[in-house]
């Protein structure tokens, strides 16, 4: 077969299966880290807290964490604070000019922005931990602290807790510079798909227990297969711009005259929007547990799978689309590198024309593709109303399905690129696999 042929031509490059193996280890290490509870907290009385995170906003929190949320686990935090600092440190760039500066001084000012971006991280998390023993004060009873729950049990949790994050981005990093693809969204990826078996295995016996039965199941699993592949074509999409280079003769040799493309992707902008969105929807939610109100505003739109809810986020992601490609895109920037190079668009001319053009470009293949982000965000909401399990409707669309399917395309076509550098065979019949080109969506 030739799967299984595949998997010994991988096996075979020494290189490769060390990559495998390392990136396989680390991933069980942090796996393994899940189930250390937090010192001075009785494991067996976290009932009230899985069932907080069974679903909605507390269910996607544990489902980036890998289940550690719901664990009290010393990486209960997960990697998103490392997340929210490297998306402001981003944003950073394109606002202050030391910052963009820092962008264009190649490794010392990559260097730099991760020393700063790290910084961040812990001042995010200095600020989320004990945001964090407060909810398990709140949600565990009393008999469940082994120790006092006092100044310094919270001290040295807080301490606790940052250094997981911490250790976590480590891990991420061995991966990246060791390993298979990026780390930091393989560990993601890995505590998403962790969920998968348990949840589709509630899901099938709710569904053989009630409502559709075994060909209700099989049209839920045929439904989830089409998104998935509606979700390939959106992180794939790309527009081919034509480039034609002049010729030029140096001595005896002549260059350029070839032309090449500039793929322009169909969702520039990647997984930000959704992350944006959800971050300000998060806000009532934060408020109504806060202020405990009741209100009709607030109820409406802290139900995640309600009609308001959803109507607003799908506005908020496609005005975040359009925001986000605008400063990662910078037309004027590639008509000038464009124009250095000797390269121009047939038919249209250099400088401003130029702009122009790719301008109008990008604001006729961002409207279809903030559209289709859109419509993937609302999905899993979508799906409870077809009576969809909720743990299981995450998978059906949201940024846990947009990880997955960016990451599995990156990693593939990382291994793809060891196998045709060895004179092997690719993991394709025909053609190549495509990871994401870029930058966008890389977590």
């Known amino acids: 077969m030739r799967f299984v042929q595949t998997i010994r031509n991988i096996f075979k490059i020494e290189d490769l299966r060390a990559r495998l193996i390392y990136t396989l280890a680390i991933i069980a290490l942090y796996r393994f880290g899940k189930y250390v509870t937090l010192p001075g907290i009785d494991p067996s009385q976290l009932g009230a807290l899985k069932a907080q995170t069974s ?249 995640m799978y309600g009609f308001w809810y959803n109507l607003v986020t799908a506005i908020l992601i496609i005005l975040f689309t359009y925001f986000y490609t605008a400063i990662t895109i910078n037309p004027v920037q590639m008509a000038e590198d464009m124009k250095k190079n000797g390269g121009f668009i047939p038919g249209i001319k250099p400088g401003r024309k130029t702009v122009e053009f790719f301008d109008t470009i990008m604001s006729r293949i961002t409207l279809p593709g903030s559209i289709f982000l859109a419509l993937i965000a609302i999905l899993p909401a979508i799906a409870v109303k077809f009576s969809v399990t909720p743990q299981f409707a995450q998978f059906f669309g949201g940024t846990s399905l947009l990880i997955l399917v960016g990451v599995v395309l990156d990693t593939l076509q990382q291994i793809e690129s060891h196998l045709l550098m060895r004179h092997y065979d690719g993991l394709m019949k025909s053609g190549r696999v495509k990871g994401r080109t870029g930058g966008a969506m890389s977590i």
Do not use: C, H
């Open 55 to 303: 679903q909605g906003l507390m269910g996607l929190l544990d489902m980036f964490s890998g289940g550690a949320f719901s664990q009290a686990s010393v990486f209960a935090l997960g990697i998103m604070p490392y997340i929210s600092a490297s998306i402001v440190v981003q944003l950073l760039g394109i606002v202050f000019p030391y910052f963009q500066k820092l962008q264009k001084e190649g490794e010392s000012g990559r260097r730099k922005m991760n020393q700063y971006t790290r910084y961040l991280t812990v001042a995010i998390l200095i600020l989320q931990a004990p945001t964090y023993l407060v909810n398990l004060t709140a949600q565990l009873p009393a008999t469940a602290f082994v120790l006092a729950n006092g100044f310094f049990f919270k001290l040295s949790s807080t301490i606790i807790l940052t250094a997981g994050t911490m250790f976590v981005m480590w891990l991420g990093e061995r991966i990246t510079d060791k390993g298979i693809g990026n780390g930091i969204s393989l560990i993601i990826m890995i505590g998403i798909i962790a969920r998968l078996p348990q949840n589709f295995v509630f899901e099938a016996g709710t569904r053989m227990n009630g409502a559709g039965g075994p060909i209700g199941l099989i049209v839920e699993i045929v439904i989830l297969f089409v998104i998935i592949l509606g979700t390939i074509l959106l992180v794939q999409g790309t527009r081919r711009v034509p480039v034609q280079y002049a010729r030029r003769i140096v001595g005896n040799k002549q260059y350029g005259g070839v032309r090449q493309y500039i793929p322009l992707k169909v969702n520039a902008a990647g997984v930000m929007p959704i992350i944006f969105a959800q971050a300000i929807m998060m806000l009532p939610i934060i408020i109504a547990g806060y202020a405990q109100s009741s209100s009709g505003f607030v109820v409406a739109f802290s139900n």
